[in-house]
């Protein structure tokens, strides 16, 4: 698999595959069927993976560092802090917390439960209004000089807490949804970005799954669906936004390609240093998403999908007003 360049020199496979979905409760019971995939994804050709503490939490975590275990030199693993877990019982207490002594114990649980002696990319999750950025990026300027992290990265930040935060740490990745239904990143993170030197590793790169093609507004979400709650996910919502799915559908005719090759190709062609971030429980799908690395888009179709912005407006919010009140900060 080809590799790109985030910020700060890190090196990373041109996708990478996200953890979330394989277990976000204290129980996984298909744990051995994602352990192997994830392996599979190494064999593959992938070598960045993503997961945080606050993923079961902690489940996830140990289910990463056990698939890897044993080839931990041929992988690069992000994780992330910053939510207010007891990093005693595993509790978590809701709201935000990045205070110095919460990252610092933070990342020694990780650090456990990955079976690693370091972290290669440590996102803090949220921005904590209660934290000052410099005083978190100072944090972990101390764990990189320690050698417990390699890189530092933000996720869903703003563009005043990215450039607060890349002035006493460089940033090497800011992780916040992005894709061809959630285009504000182009007004002024993308901007930041580039001017900073930092990579971006877009998570919901097929739009929770929406770009796939394969959700419609006859779709039902179980109770433990997260979508059920998204307005952009309701009913009347979805039926309208079925316009950028039926783009993709006649591009992808004329390339050979799925909607969602078409999604992560148009994606990938943004800048040399954004790597997609995907989720994925099956083989099958795993193995037709990289296949988004040979698409090749041409000049015409890649203006239809960049002003389908303007021409077909998502309708909805990306998360309930609750989430919404926490990014961009």
Known sequence: MEKRKLGQGLEVSALSLGAMGYGKSRDIPDRTDMIALLRKAVDLGMDFFDTAETYGPWTNEEMVGEAFRGIRDKVKIATKFGWDIDQDTGEHRGGVNSKPAQIRRAVEGSLKRLGTDYIDLYYQHRVDPGAPMEEVAGVVKDLIQQGKVRFFGLSEAGAKSIRRAHAVQPVAALQSEYSLWTREPEDEIIP????????????????????????????????????????????????????????????GDRRGASPARVALAWL??????IVPLFGTRKLERFEENIGALSVRLTGDDMRELSESRATMPVQGNRYPDEHMRRVGL
């Open 268 to 273: 990938l062609a943004q800048k040399p240093w």
């Open 192 to 251: 930041t970005l580039e001017e900073l030197g930092i990579g971006m590793v877009p998570f919901s790169p097929l739009g929770k799954g929406f770009l796939t093609g394969t959700i419609d507004a006859s779709t039902t979400f179980s109770e433990t669906d997260m979508r059920r709650g998204v307005p952009r996910f309701a009913p009347a919502a979805r039926n309208i936004n079925q316009r950028l799915v039926g783009l993709l559908r006649n591009i």
